[in-house]
C-alpha cells in the first residue's frame, strides 16, 4: 500500500506513531531535494571546476570559511526548477528513467572492470588500509552515514500500490536493490583505495564516481565527462523523487487525519498538490542554504538524513513486530527467514521474525551512533520532530480529535481494494477466507466466555429477522 514506511508505522503503532514516523521520513525527502541537488550541481562542475571557488566571508559578526556559494546557487536553480516542473505536472517518462538506469549499472560495471584490470594497486589498497585506517569514532560516523542507501528502499515502497502484482515484484525489487548496493559500494571503496590516495578521493566528494573514472589510463580521457554527465542526470531525477515523495507522503498523512486537510488540497488548473510542493520545497532550500555555510555542505546535510531514517525505520521494525502478532490475518506471500512459531490464545500461529529483532537492534544501535557522533543532527534531528509534534497536538486540537488515541479506520475493506486494483485477486481470496475465520473464532470465544465452565456448546444455525419472517409466511403466517 502506499505510504511507505509511514503508513506501516500507523497500521502497526497508531496515529501517533504514525505520524513520527512520516514526519522524519519528510525529513529525509526534503533532504533528498537538497542533497542529490547539491550533488547534480557536483557533476555538472566535473567540466567547469572553477565554479567549485571555496571563499571567506563574515556576516552579522560570524565568520564562514570555505563557503561554495556558486555550487549552492546552482544547486538553488535547480531545486525551484524541479519544484516548478512538479506544479505543472511535467514528470519524465519512466522509460527514459529505466533506459538511464541501465546506463547507469551498465557504466559502473565497466568502470570497475576497466578500474580493477588496469589500474588496480592491491600493495596501495594494503598500504592506506594499513596506515590510515580510521579511528573507532570515524568508523561509527561513516558507518551511520550508510543508512542514506535506505532511500532507495524507501522509494520502492512508496510505490507499491500503483505497481501491478507487489507481492512478488516488490520483495524481488527490494532483495535486488540490496544487493546491489552492497556489491557495487564494496568494489568501489575498494577500488578507488587501490587507485587514488584517500585524500584525492576526499577531495572531490562532489564528483567521485567520474573524478575515479577519469583517472584510469587510456579510457579516463572520454569515460570521465560521459560519468560526469550521466550521473548529473541520474542525482537530478533522484532529487525529483524527493520533490515527488514529500507531496505523496503529505498527502497521505493529511488523509488519515495526521496533517491538515489544507495539505491535500489541489491545483484547479494544473491538478497537483501545489501547497505541498511549495512549502517542502521550501524547506529543502532552507537545510540547502544552512548547509551551505559550512565548508562541506555535503555532510550536513547527510548528517540530518542519517537521524530521520533511523528513527523512522526503528519504528517500522516496531511495527513488523507488532503486526505479526495482532494482524495474523493478513496473506504474507514473503516473510524473512527464521520465524519462531507462537501459538495465540485464538488458536492462531504467530510468526516472531528474528530478523525482525535483529533488525530493530541493528537500526537503534545506529541511532546511538548518529547522535553519538553527528554534532548537527543530533540538534536538528530532534528540533524536526518536536517541531512536527507540536504541529500534529494543534492540529488534533484543532479538529478535536484525540491526541494519543487513534481514530477508527476500516483497514480491512481498504486492504480487500487495494489488492484488487493491484491484480493480487488470489491475496483478496485468502484475506477474505482468513477474515471469515476470524470472525467466526471470535464469535465462538464470546459465546464460550458468557457460559459456565462445563458446558457443552452445540453448533446450531443462527436465524434472523428475515429468516423468522420467511417461516412464518410459509408456515401460514403462524408464531
Keep these: 500500500m502506499a505510504g511507505g514506511g509511514q503508513f506501516y508505522v500507523l497500521r502497526g503503532l497508531g496515529d501517533f ?24 550541481a557536483g557533476y555538472i562542475n566535473f567540466f567547469i571546476p572553477v565554479l567549485n571557488t571555496h571563499v571567506d566571508f563574515h556576516l552579522l559578526g560570524l565568520s564562514f570559511s570555505g563557503v561554495q556559494p556558486i555550487l549552492i546557487l546552482e544547486a538553488t536553480f535547480l531545486v525551484v526548477m ?16 529505466e533506459i538511464l538506469g541501465a546506463m547507469d549499472i551498465v557504466s559502473e560495471s565497466a568502470i570497475l572492470f576497466f578500474g580493477f584490470l588496469f589500474a588496480f594497486n592491491p600493495t596501495l589498497l594494503i598500504h592506506q588500509m594499513t596506515t590510515s585506517w580510521p579511528d573507532p569514532f570515524h568508523l561509527a560516523y561513516g558507518a551511520s552515514l550508510a543508512i542514506i542507501s535506505f ?3 524507501e522509494s520502492i515502497s512508496q510505490a507499491s500500490q500503483e505497481t501491478i502484482r507487489p507481492g512478488k515484484v516488490v520483495p524481488r525489487t527490494s532483495i535486488a536493490l540490496i544487493l546491489t548496493v552492497l556489491i557495487y559500494a564494496l568494489a568501489f571503496s575498494n577500488l578507488s583505495l587501490g587507485m587514488l590516495p584517500w585524500q584525492s578521493i576526499a577531495a572531490h566528494n562532489g564528483d567521485p564516481i567520474a573524478w575515479l573514472a577519469s ?9 570521465g565527462p560521459y560519468v ?3 550521473g548529473a542526470t541520474l542525482l537530478l531525477i533522484s532529487s525529483n ?9 503529505t498527502y497521505s498523512m493529511s488523509r488519515f487525519d495526521l496533517l491538515p486537510r489544507w495539505f491535500a488540497k489541489v491545483h484547479p488548473k494544473f491538478r497537483t498538490p501545489i501547497r505541498t510542493l511549495t512549502v517542502f520545497s521550501g524547506i529543502a532550500l532552507l537545510e540547502l542554504w544552512l548547509a551551505g555555510l559550512s565548508s562541506n555542505a555535503y555532510d550536513v546535510l547527510a548528517n540530518m538524513y542519517a537521524f530521520g531514517a533511523a528513527t523512522a525505520y526503528m519504528l517500522v521494525f516496531v511495527s513488523l513486530l507488532v503486526l505479526r502478532f495482532v494482524d495474523p490475518w493478513t496473506p504474507r506471500p514473503f516473510k524473512v527467514p527464521l520465524n519462531i512459531r507462537l501459538r495465540g490464545k485464538d488458536g492462531e500461529t504467530r510468526l516472531l521474525p528474528i530478523a525482525g529483532v535483529l533488525g530493530f537492534l541493528g537500526i537503534s544501535s545506529i541511532l546511538f551512533l548518529v547522535v553519538l557522533t553527528h554534532s548537527i543532527g543530533r540538534i536538528a534531528g530532534p ?5 512536527g509534534i507540536l504541529i500534529y497536538s494543534w492540529y488534533r486540537r484543532h479538529r478535536k480529535l484525540p491526541i494519543r488515541k487513534s481514530l477508527r479506520r476500516n483497514w480491512e475493506k481498504e486492504q480487500l481494494l487495494v489488492y484488487e486494483d493491484a491484480g493480487e485477486h488470489d491475496l483478496a481470496d ?33 436465524h434472523t429477522n428475515s429468516d423468522n419472517e420467511h417461516r412464518r409466511k410459509r408456515n401460514g403466517g403462524a408464531k
Excluded at 524541479?82 to 528513467?97: A, H
Excluded at 583517472?215 to 569515460?223: A, E, K, S, T
Excluded at 528540533?383 to 517541531?387: K, V
Design 241 to 249: 523523487s524527493g520533490v515527488f515523495g514529500a507531496s505523496r507522503i
Design 383 to 387: 528540533a524536526w520532530i518536536i517541531l
Design 430 to 462: 485468502e484475506f477474505r477466507e482468513n477474515l471469515e475465520r476470524k470472525r467466526r473464532l471470535h464469535h465462538e470465544t464470546e459465546r464460550e466466555s458468557v457460559l459456565p465452565i462445563g458446558t457443552k456448546v452445540l453448533d446450531v444455525p443462527i
Design 82 to 97: 524541479l519544484t516548478l516542473l512538479n506544479i505543472l505536472g511535467v514528470r519524465e517518462s519512466t522509460r527514459f528513467n
Design 151 to 153: 532511500v532507495g528502499l
Design 215 to 223: 583517472h584510469i589510463p587510456i579510457l579516463g580521457l572520454f569515460v
Design 228 to 230: 560526469a554527465l550521466l
Design 17 to 40: 506513531w504514525g505520524f513520527v514516523a512520516g514526519w522524519a521520513v519528510l525529513l529525509d525527502f526534503t533532504i533528498d531535494i537538497a542533497l542529490f541537488a547539491l550533488a547534480s
